[in-house]
């Protein structure tokens, strides 16, 4: 196959890249606009295969983005604003990429008749679960900007398959982590904070649960639903890593060497859910299992974080 992936200098998206290149003979077409969490050189260990191009583009810009897409197998549509604090506080932005983006992602991909459409969702549009897991069927409630404009983007990309028959699937991802994570985010925050012997920002109580998934598991559960998963279906990705985010923290702090005289609380942020957790069956069902424990990836994670100041550094301004 030929994939045209969107977002593809952005965490997960690099990552399947890469994950594509090792796994499999697919040619990759990376599509990405370069805002502040992509960049260049998160791609740069794949410069040289032959199955691999870079393309800059904007997912907005309907006639670059056609020019780019034409002649794929499928699309693979990782692209989105993703950071709930920042969506918080101008979310604007958040609306006109994951929305109208999507969107236009969406009628390219049935102009251009391309055979296979995959678009990455987030498990926060089912809101805070008090108990149990959401399934695949369950309303939709988000609580942030970020979270709504994620929900109105899954609901775009299902319309387009019962509207015009576009063979997409959605797929909805608990918390992702790994390498080339943007250090805005928990765990690499957490990690490049006390390797410059920093403290950590802890959120209020710190008892907001979270499931942990990596960022490879991730990207293995995807390339399953775009070669073997249902257009119009939506797959729920978890790890069933629910974690109290103290006890996350505890974790990064032990592989550091460091203790909890470096947490410091913050004021929780507005809308905080309090819980996420989602129901795996139908990914499951594909054949799809986790491959890493929590602790053996958070592990090899906190040490590549180590390794790789070349990358994160200039993010951080450090």
């Given at each position: 196959m030929k994939l045209f992936v969107t977002g593809a200098a952005g965490f997960i998206g690099s990552n399947y890249v890469r994950h594509v290149l090792a796994e499999t003979d697919d040619e990759v077409t990376a599509y990405d606009a370069l805002t502040y969490a992509g960049n260049l050189s998160t791609l740069r260990d794949v410069d040289d295969s032959p199955r691999y191009?870079?393309?800059k583009g904007n997912i907005g810009d309907r006639s670059t983005l056609e020019e780019a897409m034409a002649g794929h197998d499928a699309v693979v549509h990782f692209a989105a604003e993703s950071h709930v604090d920042r969506s918080i506080i101008g979310p604007d932005d958040f609306v006109h990429t994951n929305c109208f983006g999507t969107n236009v992602v969406l009628d390219t991909a049935r102009n251009l008749e391309i055979g296979r459409v995959i678009h990455i969702g987030t498990d926060e549009v089912y809101g805070s679960v008090e108990v149990g897991s959401s399934t695949e069927t369950d309303p939709l409630e988000p609580r942030?900007?970020?979270?709504a404009s994620k929900a109105g983007s899954d609901l775009i990309a299902l319309s387009y398959f019962s509207t015009y028959d576009v063979p997409v699937s959605v797929t909805r991802c608990t918390n992702n982590f790994g390498p080339y994570q943007y250090p805005e985010k928990a765990i690499p925050l957490f990690t490049t904070n006390l390797l410059d012997g920093k403290k950590i920002p802890l959120y209020g109580d710190g008892l907001n649960e979270r499931d942990w998934l990596y960022v490879d598991d991730h990207c293995r559960a995807v390339h399953l639903v775009l070669t073997d998963g249902t257009p119009g279906e939506i797959y729920n990705i978890g790890a069933g890593n629910e974690t109290a985010n103290r006890d996350l923290v505890d974790k990064v702090l032990a592989l550091v060497g460091a203790d909890d005289t470096m947490i410091a609380y913050v004021t929780d942020r507005l809308g905080h859910d309090r819980r996420y957790s989602v129901d795996i069956a139908k990914i499951t069902a594909?054949?799809?299992?986790?491959q890493r424990s929590l602790d053996e990836a958070l592990e090899e994670t906190v040490n590549w974080y180590?390794?790789?100041?070349?990358?994160?550094?200039?993010?951080k301004g450090s």
């Open positions: 191009q870079f393309i942030s900007p970020y979270s594909l054949g799809w299992t986790k180590r390794d790789n100041r070349w990358w994160w550094e200039p993010l």
